[in-house]
């Protein structure tokens, strides 16, 4: 299967201003190496056959019909690749000259689109040679009449999801885009062929626009630049190309390197994104104006992606933006409590305190809260309820965290009260099954709740959104709480965001919370509902449900690209390649999917708690699913 993925790249050949030959040939080698590379769509730099600086040489009719002739070359050189060629030439028609955009396939131009929007300011002055291009028109090329028209699409006929339009340059750069059309008439990619000259910080805003235009378009935008062949009598080109997708820069060439820059597109991911995008309107009809060009090109299965896979997509890779991450989320986590703290006038915060992550993470936002409230730090009652799996390290921990943020602490063993319970109930604590493991986490809300009842206060709930995904969580017991601050947090980033926490302790001189939050961290996960061995935790989480790493990778494309399970299996496999074998990603992919369909009634009767991230599992916040739902035609769509 392809996977909807489509491999594209964007070249800046050395060129040589007016020198068509010379461009000519580089051209035709960069479009080799992409087709050998099995890349399907090539797009080239602004009149690049030409070189863009060539000035008022653009007058000369020698220029012009060398640049068709070459145009014609570059399509009979390149007749048995299976490629679609994009690039840019001056063309002469009706008395009029254009700044045009070629597009070839097999031997044939498919199409030429003129550039839309002329700059004449500040160092341009294209309006001195050229003119905006018609909206539907046909031009002669090579004995050949083709269509000639800003409002052309060419779409391939063995992958529908492929639409390509073209906009040249400055089209970008204007309030009303012309891609904007474009996307709105099918389009789900986007060539720019483009001579932007380099000046300080335009590198930055020229990749903010192509990233937001194809967050905007929600597809593909492609931008060939022009570079360092070209004149610098005045100005200076980088070559600066971009391969971005929904907002995501997937590939970017350095400046002044220049070069073929190949990354691969899902077109299946931009079809789902759209068709999840209720305000993105793309109509079903052929849009009045608008041509559809056609044509032909084989689907190639990638054994390896050329695109860069995240094993932790909730988890940014820059330290300065996961800093900036974290900080972020801790704000909106502290004011969505901050928030019902005042609206209930809760006198106190309860959080029960396990020594681990989650609780660890509600604790540091319930404390922010009380800060942001003004309110004093011992109005929150941080309780620790040790029982038959608790160890001395997490319950130290514990109580050290509890004293360090100033809150007030309480010790309430729960051995005797459930116990107790067991008598009741006719149940024998050796038998260490479901119900041993469920009435102490029940124990321990019950626990909470009265004691916030007691307090007039809410307790802070402190499961997260891994857990809520797996159903990792005691029905009506650490399932249950009266607001939720960690409920779209995946326990990947909650690491990270204690982590955080203690870097800021540390530059703060609070040597002393920074040492319990960096043991804390590197405590193995447990319920620690099982009896230890030796002092030490007998249950941990992933040796049961799996790596967490794994699931939230499995959660993020499952929920939020709404990937189908062969696809997310074959992400997963290439994303932990040097950490999972493919039958070990594949064996933990199917419990994902068991589980996650199994356990929706947990889902259904969430606690309040703030949506955080793209992802989310509340019914009234992001997802909606029946509780009955079988999972037989995802798990069917994996192998044996």
């Not at 050395?14 to 080698?29: C, G, K, S, Y």
């Not at 001195?128 to 779409?155: C, D, K, Q, Y």
């Not at 019902?340 to 993470?361: E, I, N, P, Q, Y």
């Amino acid at each position: 299967m392809n996977d909807g993925y489509f491999r594209v790249g964007v070249a800046t050949p050395d060129v040589r201003v007016a020198d068509i030959p010379f461009n000519l040939d580089r051209t035709i080698e960069a479009c080799q190496q992409a087709a050998k590379s099995g890349a399907g769509l090539v797009v080239f730099p602004e009149l690049g056959l030409t070189g863009y600086t060539c000035s008022d040489l653009f007058l000369s009719k020698r220029l012009l019909e060398q640049a068709q002739a070459a145009l014609a070359d570059l399509a009979g050189t390149t007749a048995a690749l299976d490629l679609v060629i994009i690039v840019g030439l001056p063309l002469a028609h009706g008395g009029r000259l254009y700044n045009v955009a070629a597009v070839l396939a097999h031997g044939s131009v498919l199409g030429i689109v003129p550039k839309t929007n002329i700059p004449n300011y500040a160092e341009f002055y294209e309006a001195r040679h050229f003119s905006p291009g018609p909206e539907n028109a046909s031009v002669m090329i090579a004995g050949r009449e083709v269509p000639f028209g800003t409002n052309l699409i060419f779409a391939c006929e063995q992958l529908p999801a492929l639409k390509i339009a073209v906009e040249i340059c400055e089209d970008l750069w204007v309030p009303a885009p012309p891609s904007t059309r474009h996307a709105t008439a099918g389009a789900t990619v986007i060539a720019n062929l483009s001579a932007s000259d380099e000046i300080i910080g335009k590198a930055d805003y020229r990749r903010l626009l192509a990233r937001s235009m194809s967050g905007r378009l929600i597809g593909g935008y492609l931008y060939a630049d022009a570079g360092t062949g070209e004149s610098t009598t005045d100005l200076v080109f980088a070559g600066h190309n971009l391969i971005c997708e929904n907002g995501r820069l997937l590939k970017e060439s350095e400046l002044f390197a220049g070069g073929l820059l190949l990354s691969d597109l899902d077109l299946d991911l931009i079809e789902a994104e759209r068709r999840r995008t209720s305000t993105f309107t793309v109509t079903s009809q052929p849009v009045a104006g608008y041509r559809t060009v056609w044509f032909s090109l084989p689907i190639r299965r990638y054994e390896r992606l050329m695109r860069e896979i995240s094993p932790h997509p909730f988890v940014p890779q820059s330290k300065m933006d996961l800093a900036e991450r974290c900080e972020e989320i801790l704000s909106i986590q502290t004011n969505g409590l901050k928030k019902r703290l005042a609206h209930t006038r809760a006198k106190t915060a309860v959080v029960g305190l396990s020594g681990g992550l989650d609780s660890t993470l509600a604790l540091l936002v319930t404390a922010r809260a009380f800060q942001a409230l003004q309110q004093p730090l011992s109005s929150l009652i941080a309780i620790t309820m040790p029982g038959f799996g608790t160890t001395d390290r997490t319950y130290g921990n514990a109580l050290s965290l509890a004293r360090s943020i100033g809150a007030e602490l309480r010790e309430i063993p729960i051995t005797e009260s459930v116990l107790l319970h067991f008598r009741d109930i006719g149940h024998d604590p050796d038998k260490h099954d479901v119900t041993y493991e469920n009435a102490q986490a029940r124990e321990r809300t019950q626990i909470l709740m009265d004691i916030a009842n007691q307090s007039g206060g809410l307790v802070i709930g402190t499961g997260d959104l891994s857990e809520l995904a797996l159903g990792w969580a005691t029905y009506n017991g650490d399932h249950m709480s009266m607001y939720g601050v960690n409920s779209s947090i995946p326990k990947t980033l909650v690491r990270h965001l204690v982590r955080h926490v203690a870097a800021q302790a540390l530059l703060q001189g609070d040597t002393s919370l920074h040492q319990i939050l960096s043991d804390i961290l590197d405590t193995p996960v447990s319920p620690e509902l099982l009896p230890p061995k030796n002092g030490e935790i007998s249950q941990q989480t992933e040796a049961i449900v799996g790596p967490y790493e794994l699931h939230d990778f499995f959660l993020y494309h499952f929920v939020r690209h709404g990937l189908p399970p062969r696809k997310i299996l074959r992400l997963a496999t290439q994303a932990f390649e040097s950490s999972y074998d493919p039958d070990v990603v594949l064996r933990w992919l199917k419990i994902f999917l068991r589980r996650f369909f199994t356990q929706q009634f947990k889902r259904s009767c969430l606690p309040d708690g703030p949506k955080v991230g793209s992802v989310a599992l509340s019914p009234r916040g992001d997802w909606r699913m029946p509780s009955d739902a079988h999972a037989d035609i995802w798990l069917a769509d994996l192998p044996e």
